[in-house]
């Protein structure tokens, strides 16, 4: 069987699909692929490899009988079309002579019109991809996987033309290089569907945070979350401002683009002209970014009609149109869907389907759309990179030894949260003989056993940390390495890479020693058996010692640290109490920090700024660091007036004026208060980031007020922890360096990847957070618990619950209901509601339920319940039934 031409969309889903098996792909095809699509060729190579498929490469350039030279007058493409009839036809016969009684066919697919023709007059039985597939009576499914190829599926669009052409790519190029256009990554908003960013790709410093606003169906011209597009300005007097309105696309008049207008038209709304942002229209895409997307199905209200619309879960992605003969299987369920193209005369772009994940709510299934949409890589590892793991049982051997020193005589301990297997540092102190400490942070020596470039290598690069879901860990390494060889459990020997200080007891570091070593970690503690042989009266150990002198100098380096103006902020982390036997939530509380907790950071950051210090030196142009951006003045508006208004004064013009103005703001009479200001600032903050030294001159870290920081502490769930070791182990001649660690290009390649893989795996992390809360409020009923003001809105209060580290909004104004009279104060901040004021940090009561109206978007509800304020507050009692459950579902339950 043949497969030849350009892959179209859906083809390459229904090679995967199990049901396709026994193909031959032939060599001059993968080279077509490979030119035309390198994920669809990686695809294909994947499929090649699973030896269940039964496919096989065959090498027809290579092969005497197969072979043909291109004719004079012959373009390549003719000539490949002949190369694929000429091997289809010597495989027919080749297999006739094989086998006289066992009459194998080889059939040939393709989708080039010309060659098909071509090779039936040649005697080959060639046939399209749709015409094989339909024949394929027993899997009727896979024809929903087919694009909406055929050219009568397009007649059912209306012929209106909606949107204008997009401009070819040379055309585009030349426009933006003598700058009529501007090119920029197209950011759709989760607000409003009629609105985007256009954030422009600039080379300049200065023009690096240039972004322009497109408004309105047309200008927005097809172009999808993330694409790369090319904009034209438009004239001033046609630029807008940001809408403050939220617009979702009900999808109810799918191709009314009349009614779209009228809703265009509520964007401009009342704007003064200091509002105005540079406003523009997509005149072409660039690149398209398109990935599978995960959502529901909105079953078409047309009873037999097998064309539907697709919602997406991530509400920056518009609706997509699908053919499907299987629309009542996939109601309520989580689908996945590929975009295929977007034609000017539809209002939505069309798509297949892929594939079906499950149930919407079901726990297995929502992880995984949670982590398909956060793009978190989590299948499991693949072969080729298991192949590079250590064979077992292992051991310490001679070789490994070689520049290691040994110290497995230490009283080296771990101390983590329960239940954690994947230990990454452990921590020694002794006093030496001359009367000063010893202390070390041991960390395990990841970096030998995965070596650079391998397929190990590449995966644990591509994935970029670990990410721990609420009941689940994606592992960036395998197993074997994350839970043993690298892991330093207790009373097993474990290679490491150890810094080792010496300190006087004022914990002033006299001297700083790099070194590979070999360690036995004597005890795996949790904070809080830490903390309780610290405090012990009779305990006196070893162990207990080494960590008491460990407390007493993470005091001192903390209080320093602090002195130099490091932030002590807040953030209310959730813990949840699962059920052994379901695995549902059943409790919810904030987790509580131990002394230990602290004891542990503070060396973790030591070394992580002794390390950075040793590889700058190093390496001045290529070492990887990490930096925290001082936030610009306008971003502390909110936390300024915040505390004004509780009369208190922040101060923000350094990072330790705002640590200082912190520690002071404390109110007798609200002890909640101090926590709720740094839990804002936290707010207030820009992110971390990953970058190269070599391609930026400020290092500053302004969270931990260091001049230079870097991650080395974690190698087990952190790639970045990885390079630094390898940069390190250079630095020391412990290990060899190799070319794409001096590159500083390839390095902030890599940064690019990590910042984006570590960014995501935070949101993944929130949106597991989140489902998990959902559960416990579904099990739990309706709750009333108290809460305080974090942010007033115009029309809404985000209110946070300190029992269940839990935020939401509590909104006046609702559909259907009577509008009540709202005044907004963005001074204050205040919000005034038919009499009652509400400022930042004032205590209010909600109650707390789960709305499960949108199936695709359960979400937690909160209402005021206190102060009363008449027609707003709800009544304390309610009934305990789920507010607007779908009747379907109600229907279920009663069943």
């Known amino acids: 069987m043949w497969h030849k031409g350009k892959p179209r969309p859906g083809e390459i889903d229904v090679l995967e699909d199990p049901a396709i098996r026994n193909v031959i792909v032939l060599q001059t095809v993968l080279q077509e692929v490979r030119n035309r699509s390198a994920p669809v060729y990686k695809r294909i190579r994947d499929v090649t490899n699973n030896q269940e498929k039964h496919f096989y490469t065959f090498t027809n350039e290579h092969h005497r009988e197969t072979y043909v030279e291109q004719e004079q007058g012959e373009n390549a493409n003719d000539r490949n079309d002949r190369a694929i009839r000429v091997a289809a036809k010597w495989y027919n016969e080749h297999l006739k002579k094989m086998s006289e009684e066992n009459q194998l066919q080889v059939i040939f697919i393709t989708n080039d019109r010309k060659n098909k023709e071509k090779a039936v007059e040649e005697g080959i039985p060639a046939f399209t991809c749709e015409e094989y597939i339909k024949s394929l009576t027993a899997n009727p499914e896979l024809i929903d996987r087919l694009a909406c190829l055929s050219d009568e599926g397009n007649e059912i669009e209306s012929g209106k033309i909606i949107f204008s052409e997009h401009l070819p790519l040379s055309k585009l190029q030349q426009g933006i290089k003598s700058g009529v256009y501007l090119q920029g990554t197209y950011r759709a908003s989760r607000e409003n569907y009629l609105e985007a960013t256009v954030w422009i790709h600039g080379d300049t410093e200065e023009n690096k945070e240039a972004s322009i606003i497109v408004q309105g169906l047309k200008h927005l011209n097809r172009a999808i979350h993330e694409d ?129 994940l499950g149930d919407v709510g079901e726990k297995e299934t929502e992880t995984e759309v949670l982590l398909l949409e956060h793009d978190v890589p989590h299948q499991p590892f693949s072969q080729a990179v298991l192949s590079f793991l250590p064979k077992m049982p292992w051991s310490i051997t001679e070789n490994d030894m070689k520049n290691r020193e040994d110290l497995r005589h230490l009283c080296v301990c771990s101390v983590d949260p329960p239940g954690c297997t994947d230990i990454d540092d452990a921590l020694h102190c002794r006093e030496l003989k001359n009367g000063n400490l010893e202390v070390g942070v041991h960390i395990a020596d990841v970096s030998h056993f995965i070596r650079p470039g391998n397929a190990l290598d590449q995966e644990s690069a591509r994935r970029g940390t670990t990410v721990y879901l609420c009941e689940k860990r994606i592992d960036m390494v395998p197993e074997l390495l994350s839970s043993n060889l690298c892991s330093l459990r207790c009373n097993v020997d474990r290679l490491a890479f150890s810094c080792i200080w010496e300190m006087n007891y004022n914990a002033e570091i006299l001297k700083t020693r790099f070194t590979k070593s070999v360690i036995n970690s004597k005890a795996s503690l949790t904070y809080a058996e830490a903390q309780m042989r610290i405090d012990s009266a009779t305990m006196n150990d070893d162990i207990t010692t080494s960590l008491r002198g460990l407390n007493k100098l993470a005091k001192i380096l903390k209080k320093g640290r602090i002195e130099k103006g490091a932030l002590t902020l807040s953030s209310p982390e959730v813990r949840f109490h699962m059920d052994s036997e379901t695995h549902d939530p059943i409790d919810l509380q904030t987790k509580e920090l131990r002394e230990t907790n602290s004891m542990v950071e503070e060396f973790m950051l030591l070394a992580n700024i002794s390390v950075a210090k040793k590889i700058h030196e190093e390496f001045s142009e290529h070492a990887l660091l990490r930096k925290h951006p001082a936030p610009p003045p306008s971003n502390y508006e909110i936390l300024v007036k915040a505390a004004k208004s509780k009369h208190l004064e922040i101060k923000t013009d350094t990072a330790k004026s705002l640590a200082d103005s912190l520690d002071r703001a404390e109110s007798p009479a609200f002890p909640y208060l101090n926590t709720l200001l740094r839990i804002l600032a936290t707010r207030c903050m820009m992110q971390a980031v990953y970058f190269c030294s070599g391609m930026d001159n400020d290092f500053h870290h302004y969270g931990l007020a260091s001049p230079i920081y870097t991650h080395f502490t974690s190698p087990i769930r952190r790639y970045a922890d990885i390079i630094v070791h390898r940069l390190l182990a250079v630095a020391i001649g412990a290990d060899c360096t190799y070319p794409e660690l001096t590159d500083k290009h390839k390095l902030a390649d890599i940064c690019k990847n990590l910042n984006f893989r570590h960014k995501m795996a935070q949101y993944a992390q929130r949106a597991s957070v989140a489902f998990h809360t959902q559960l416990f409020f579904k099990s739990k009923g309706i709750v009333s618990e108290e809460a305080y003001i974090l942010f007033v809105r115009k029309n809404a209060i985000v209110v946070l619950i300190p029992k269940y580290g839990l935020e939401g909004t509590v909104f006046f104004e609702e559909k259907d209901k009577p509008k009540p009279q709202l005044v907004y104060d963005d001074e204050t901040p205040s919000l005034k509601i038919e009499g009652t004021v509400f400022h930042v940090f004032d205590k209010v009561k909600v109650k707390i339920m789960l709305d499960s109206s949108n199936l695709q978007h359960q979400k937690i509800r909160m209402a005021l319940v206190e102060p009363q304020i008449p027609g707003i507050s709800i009544p304390n009692e309610i009934s305990n039934m789920d507010i607007n459950e779908p009747e379907e579902k109600k229907r279920k339950l009663e069943k």
């Open 228 to 356: 790369i597009v090319a904009v034209e300005l438009l004239p001033k007097s046609q630029w807008v401002a940001p809408s403050s309105v939220v617009l979702q696309d009900d999808g109810q008049n799918e191709d009314d683009v009349e009614k779209e207008e009228e809703r265009e038209h509520m964007l401009k709304t009342a704007i003064n002209e200091k509002m105005l942002k540079p406003t523009g229209r997509v005149v072409g895409i660039i690149k398209r970014n398109w990935r599978p997307y995960c959502g529901m199905l909105s079953k078409s209200a047309i009873k037999e009609s097998r064309r539907h619309l697709f919602t997406p879960a991530d509400k920056r992605i518009p609706r997509i149109r699908i053919e499907t003969r299987q629309a009542s299987a996939l109601d309520g369920r989580r689908i996945i869907v590929a975009i295929d193209g977007w034609p000017r005369n539809s209002r939505y772009p069309n798509g297949h389907f892929v594939k079906n």
